[in-house]
């Protein structure tokens, strides 16, 4: 199992970015979750994957997808005086 199968579309927020990266020519682009409400918002991320094929012209090589976390991330601070 993986994590994919437990995400549906519809779980995403509309504006959260989706990394789509194709694993024969490594071509990779960004798109909002609300561009892929055409494979339905009930398709599971894992479902999703396996339809989406490369953009680039003359691959359509099969793609990796992966959420973009837009969080801002701070350094440590405090620790052990």
Known sequence: MSWK????????ADEQPVEITC????W????RASALHGFGKMSYLDEMEKRLTCRQRGCNGPVRIALVDNTVTDGFVGGMP
């Open 5 to 12: 199968r437990d995400i549906q579309l519809r779980d995403l």
């Open 23 to 26: 694993r024969r020519c490594g």
């Open 28 to 31: 990779t682009q960004y798109q």
